[in-house]
């Protein structure tokens, strides 16, 4: 039931699916007080690097412990691994503090992909939350790439507050483009801040896309998927053209412990991204 | 040409009401515009009037002692500024302040509550607009604090 043709299985790097390669890191950028982008090169030299938009690696903090994470960067540059991250625990916090050239482990990459092929020849809506934006920017370079394929691109943004939005200056870039609608909203603003107030679900019923022939692609806390898929469904777009991507923890991410089991789905393995209609009863019960 | 008439019909608010209740409505209304950081209504003032936002941004914003304005809302186009003139005491409880250029359609609120007193029927299509605005507002402002951008 949960397997998908977007799903795009890659091979593990390294001997096996639980030993981690090692990887340094290049640079760190600070997005946010509490997130940074770390650009990371594999130790052995030079090597590529093949992932889908919407997977994620585990990062091994050494001594510490072992994470997954999204990869951010942009599918078409190999070189370099991306991720941003959130520091909101111990590996979390461990992963922040490492200095340029130290190194950490990574496994990966898995889980499924954004469904950038489906799309298309139809409108894509992007919709993020907070730290979301993150794993769903590589669909969006994909798609850039690729920009004739496609219809309207919407990227509807929502985070807390100006001082949490994250790729600022990209944001900046996608926005001077007439290929693509970029509307970023706060829930509270102070000073300076001249652009929307509101939650992101409140930017669908206006959005330029047309709804009968949309993929929706969205990725945010539970709670802001819930609400956004609902005034997706109120503009007419079918649950079987949304997306979203369920990151409820996990330990092995190869199905093999069952710590991230999601009713009878494995969010490693059949996820993070589901397809609305296949997770939607899931997504309805409470504990899982 | 442009009447008010058939800017009205276009406006979301107004989407299906019957034109005898439009004309009366349109009896109402004028056309106004705002520069980038002129006040639209201030809070405690006398509320009579409100707002169809037609091109621009208006913010909703509290004024916090200390801290100055913290918006809490942005309004564009389609939606609407103000509900305070169809509830006692009639008084704005917030500041309402063009982002930029901002052209609406004003709605005398004194001239639409007697009609709507007089005519039930227009004065339900308004409750029931009015109703799924604020629901709408409510909904939102639920989200806003509930924090939805944070993993609970
Ligand atoms: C598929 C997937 C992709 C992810 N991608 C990213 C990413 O790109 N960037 C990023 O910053 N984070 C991402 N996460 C979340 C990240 O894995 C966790 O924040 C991390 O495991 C926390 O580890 P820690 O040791 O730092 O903190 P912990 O002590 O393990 O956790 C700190 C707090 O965060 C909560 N928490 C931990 N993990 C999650 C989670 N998955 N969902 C909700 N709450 C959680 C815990 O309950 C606890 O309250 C992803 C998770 C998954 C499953």
């Known amino acids: ?195 929307m107030v509101g939650v992101v679900t409140k930017l669908i019923p206006r959005a330029p896309f047309d709804p009968h022939s949309t993929i929706a692609m969205i990725c945010g806390p539970e709670v802001m998927m819930r609400f956004t898929v609902q005034e997706l469904e109120g503009r007419g777009v079918a649950t079987e053209n949304i997306y979203v991507s369920l990151e409820r923890n996990m330990k092995c991410a190869v199905s093999f412990c069952g710590h991230c089991q999601f009713g009878p789905a494995f969010v490693c393995k059949d996820g993070p991204v589901f397809r609305y209609d296949r997770i939607q009863p899931l997504m309805a019960v409470r504990e899982v | 040409m442009e009447t008010l008439e058939s800017i009205l019909m276009e406006h979301p608010f107004f989407a299906g009401m019957k034109p005898e209740h439009l004309a009366l409505v349109a009896g109402c209304a004028a056309n106004v515009r705002f520069n980038a950081g002129e006040f639209i209504i201030r809070e405690g003032g006398v509320a009579n009037e409100f707002y169809l936002v037609r091109h621009g941004k208006v913010a909703i914003e509290i004024h916090v002692p200390q801290s100055g304005p913290v918006t809490i809302q942005t309004l564009g186009p389609g939606e609407i500024l103000g509900w305070s003139w169809l509830i006692t005491p009639y008084k704005w409880r917030f500041d309402g302040r063009a982002q930029e250029l901002t052209r609406a359609v004003v709605l005398d609120g004194k001239c639409l509550r007697e009609k709507l007193e007089k005519d039930h029927d227009l004065g339900y299509e308004f409750l029931k607009r009015f109703a799924q605005i604020v629901t709408e507002r409510l909904e939102s402002t639920r989200l806003q604090l509930l924090n939805v951008y944070e993993q609970h």
């Not at chain 1, 509490?34 to 919407?54: C, I, K, N, S």
């Not at chain 1, 939005?165 to 801040?193: H, K, M, Y």
């Open chain 1, 1 to 195: 039931m949960f397997t998908n043709n977007t799903e795009v299985m890659a091979a593990a790097l390294g001997p096996g699916p639980m030993v981690p390669a090692v990887f340094r890191v290049q640079r760190t950028k600070k997005e946010t007080s509490d997130t940074f982008t770390m650009e990371l090169l594999p130790e052995e030299g030079p090597q590529e690097f093949a992932f889908a938009p919407g997977q994620f690696n585990m990062l091994y903090a050494f001594g510490v412990g072992e994470v997954p994470i999204s990869i951010s960067g942009d599918p078409a540059r190999r070189s370099v691994v991306v991720h941003t991250t959130r520091d909101v625990g111990p590996v979390t916090s461990a992963l922040r503090r490492l200095k340029p050239g130290e190194g950490l482990g990574i496994r990966g990459p898995y889980g499924t992909g954004w469904p950038a092929a489906e799309a298309r020849g139809a409108d894509v809506v992007i919709a993020a939350g907070g730290i979301g934006l993150a794993p769903l920017r590589p669909v969006l370079y994909q798609i850039l790439a690729a920009r004739q394929h496609y219809g309207k691109v919407v990227l509807l943004y929502g985070t807390r507050t100006p001082a949490d939005i994250l790729f600022r200056r990209e944001l900046e870039q996608w926005r001077s483009r007439f290929d693509l609608e970029v509307c970023v909203t706060v829930d509270r603003a102070v000073g300076s801040w001249a652009g």
